[in-house]
């Protein structure tokens, strides 16, 4: 038995990606409460996903330093999502991040 059906995530997550990086189309990006101190973060819907990828600073700037400040315009951009190797708060972890599929 799968045990991460029993606690499913309103986001996309590490482990969702553990068979290898999925290709999905931006839908939009929009601003969430996330976490238990509802810290506002930004959110990026993808096209045929109903969760959103919680955007860090490294996955944000690449986005925005390719396709600008007016996340309208993001809509449609073609992005593979994959896991990594990472650190969190100093310690080894696995992240998301996103990379273009063509060049924008």
């Known amino acids: 038995m799968d045990t991460s059906t029993f606690f499913p995530s309103r986001y996309l997550k ?12 931006i839908d939009s ?3 969430e ?11 990026l819907y993808l096209k045929g996903e109903s969760r959103g990828i919680v ?3 490294t996955n944000f700037r690449l986005l ?3 396709l600008g ?11 593979e999502v994959y896991c990594t190797e990472t650190t969190y708060g100093g ?5 998301l991040r996103v990379r273009f599929v063509t060049a924008p």
């Open 64 to 66: 925005e330093g390719e």
């Open 91 to 95: 310690q080894p972890t696995k992240g």
């Open 69 to 79: 400040r007016q996340s309208e315009n993001w809509e449609d951009t073609e992005i």
């Open 55 to 57: 955007l860090n600073k």
């Open 33 to 43: 409460d996330v976490g238990p101190d509802r810290e506002k973060c930004p959110i």
């Open 29 to 31: 990006l929009v601003e």
């Open 14 to 25: 590490s482990a969702d990606f553990d068979a290898g990086p999925k290709t999905y189309a």
